[in-house]
């Protein structure tokens, strides 16, 4: 998953909003809705709690644009926010949820039980990679942000972020490894 | 962790970054390198396995909830209290194409039923769109009902006057009169002056095609036979309803074609059916063209609804009894075919449901919703284990073994379903008031079961059409 950037527009719809202009923050929402669950998704695991932690990444975001820096990416600040929120979820999580077949892509239920079962392995998998290595994967994988945006997300180097990459990618391989064996 | 000296190669592949040449540099050292092709192999794979997870949409009505989050500048604080005002702040947002909702009885309130939004993904859902066509379609002739009376009330000089209390006392049709009670104790209430208020109510009431649906005879029939508010309070029942994300499934003619197939219906409300529905196999035999073509003859369905021929084909070959037909042969044959059949559920179908598996296998409707992209929903709607469930609940089995709404559904041809996707009329069944008068207000209750309100809507059908 990929999205487009806009960084221009977006500093014109924030000034908007911030002269008051409320309407003007739906265009924001409906650019990053997608994004921004699909990343809470992938790192809470549970879609209840990746819509609360997105839903309140936005309404918090719009409490704070004040505070929004224009020299960097909206989308990086949004994520921030994010980031705070699902720390937030995790904080008051009472139950871990089972992952079960619904975290898995829309279009998976026509395919095997076994390949439902291997996408239930993959994002268990990848809730048990350290925060920092499941953040630059998520980011890479299903917010499709380059190297240099995730750094810049982040707020790390660009060389953390490959560093942090490989690592994840190599525990996901370790994690997964009966699962790769498959084919 | 120690990286591996071609970390960066194989990753920056794995990624799209590489130059050309250092693209071709790669490809020098896998061509002599087989470790590193090992090593790359895994971590393609590894790769496919996180990209296999693929995109994930928020819920529907997600941005106007956030906006109406963003206006009372409150964020959410998982309660159901939130996300219910979140509902009513989103307003006209559509019950079907939401991605998930959840039903949550209040057992301590006596509200009974009250709506809350969820958020997990999921397909259509066939307990779903019957209960909701039952409970929206209970609700409206309730409306329509008094929206009637009461215009007709004022017509006639009676006090026209806004108030609840007041609106309905003026001289009711006798049918009616003769009749009254529960359901004229529920016009007055307060819940129904509230629901009358309510603009999407209001527009759901002037909808003509709603209106006519309702005036069918197999409508009314199926409303006076159903026990509404037991299905809608059933655990089972209300999970499914809860989990499934109905969206697409509900308003697609072909799936709505094979819902009020006469096949489909009758082969809901069967165990052994529901139970073969959720086998693999049967969804990958049905979504083969070859298969549907053989399921088509006659010669098979007879095959198919004898368990004792189906054994006998498996165990001596196709050249035994009623298996020596040249198109049960051929289909025996198919790998697909055979694996369906071999199935326990399969067998467990054809001998415990009296023919009506075979007979729903043979639906050139319930075949058609198997192919394609919305064949992989219709799949996966009818292997949710949380639909199952509602299958097997016997309030949900008694509810679509029901004759009249069998009837009701087939004989709507098409209009419950497109009533069903209007969006004024979801607007209407979702709104809060609506929800807990249908699930927890005696009176409501009380009117719904009450046949004077069936009697009314046939007296306004004679009047109005």
């Not at chain 2, 964020?75 to 959840?102: E, K």
């Not at chain 2, 499934?249 to 073969?276: I, K, P, R, W």
């Not at chain 2, 040249?326 to 199935?343: C, H, L, P």
Request: hydrophobic residues 45%; aromatic residues 6%.
């Amino acid at each position: 998953m990929s999205f487009t950037v806009d960084a221009d527009d977006d500093v014109v719809l924030v000034e908007r909003c911030l002269r008051g202009d409320m309407d003007a923050f739906r265009p924001l929402v409906e650019r990053y809705q997608r994004v921004l669950f699909g990343v809470a998704l992938r790192m809470l695991g549970d879609e209840d709690e990746a819509t609360d932690a997105a839903q309140n990444a936005f309404v918090r975001g719009y409490q704070k644009l004040k505070t929004y820096d224009h020299d960097h990416k909206f989308f990086s600040w949004l994520y921030r926010i994010l980031v705070n929120e699902c720390l937030n979820v995790r904080r008051v999580r009472r139950v871990r949820v089972p992952l079960g077949v619904s975290l898995a892509a829309p279009d998976d239920t026509h395919r095997t039980a076994e390949q439902a079962e291997i996408r239930a392995a993959v994002q268990s998998a990848l809730l048990r990679l350290p925060a920092p290595n499941r953040e630059v994967v998520v980011l890479r994988h299903f917010a499709g942000l380059s190297y240099h945006e995730i750094a810049e997300t982040v707020g790390v180097a660009e060389k953390t972020v490959k560093s942090r990459l490989y690592e994840a990618r190599q525990q996901l391989g370790d994690l997964l490894q009966c699962w790769r064996a498959e084919r | 962790m120690n990286e591996h000296p071609h970390d960066e190669l194989l990753h920056g592949a794995l990624d799209g970054t590489l130059s050309e040449a250092q693209a071709e540099r790669l490809r020098a050292q896998l061509a002599a390198d087989a470790a590193l092709r090992e090593r790359a192999a895994g971590l393609w794979r590894v790769n496919e396995m996180v990209d296999g997870l693929g995109p994930a949409e928020p819920p529907g009505g997600f941005v106007d909830r956030v906006m109406g989050a963003v206006a009372e500048g409150a964020p959410s604080r998982r309660t159901w209290l939130r996300r219910c005002a979140n509902r009513v702040a989103a307003g006209r947002d559509q019950l079907f194409n939401r991605r998930v909702r959840h039903l949550e009885r209040d057992n301590g309130s006596g509200d009974g039923l009250r709506w809350t939004t969820g958020m997990a993904g999921g397909g259509g859902n066939v307990a779903k769109k019957t209960l909701w066509a039952v409970a929206g379609l209970a609700v409206a002739t309730i409306l329509v009902v008094v929206y009637f009376n009461g215009t007709r009330s004022v017509d006639q000089g009676a006090q026209g006057t806004i108030g609840a209390a007041d609106r309905y006392r003026g001289a009711q049709p006798s049918t009616v009169s003769a009749k009254e009670g529960n359901a004229q104790k529920f016009l007055q209430s307060d819940t129904f002056d509230r629901l009358l208020k309510d603009k999407n109510v209001r527009a759901l009431m002037a909808d003509k095609a709603m209106c006519e649906l309702l005036a069918t005879p197999e409508v009314q029939l199926a409303l006076s036979k159903v026990d509404l508010v037991r299905v809608l309070q059933d655990d089972a029942v209300e999970l499914a309803i809860s989990r499934a994300g109905i969206q697409a499934a509900m308003q697609d003619e072909v799936l709505a074609a094979a819902m009020h197939s006469e096949n489909f219906l009758a082969a809901m409300g069967d165990e052994t059916v529901n139970a073969a529905l959720n086998a693999t196999s049967l969804h990958v035999a049905l979504a083969d063209e070859d298969v549907q073509a053989a399921l088509l003859k006659t010669s098979l369905r007879t095959f198919l609804a004898d368990a004792e021929a189906v054994q006998a084909a498996l165990k001596k070959g196709p050249k035994s009894g009623l298996a020596a037909n040249a198109d049960v042969e051929m289909a025996v044959k198919n790998t697909k075919f055979k694996a369906m059949i071999t199935d326990a559920s399969f067998e467990a179908a054809v001998r415990g449901s009296k023919g009506r598996f075979a007979n729903l296998l043979t639906d050139v409707g319930f075949q058609r919703a198997f192919k394609g992209e919305q064949g992989r929903l219709f799949a996966a709607t009818l292997a949710s284990p949380l639909v199952q469930a509602a299958f097997k609940n016997d309030n949900f089995k008694a509810l679509m073994a029901d004759d009249a709404l069998a009837v009701a559904m087939k004989g709507s041809h098409g209009k419950l379903f497109a009533a069903l996707a209007d969006p004024d009329f979801m607007a209407a069944i979702h709104n809060v008031d609506m929800m807990r008068a249908l699930g927890g207000d005696p009176d409501f209750q009380a009117a719904l079961r009450d046949s004077t309100a069936l009697a009314a809507a046939s007296l306004i059908r004679g009047q109005k059409y």
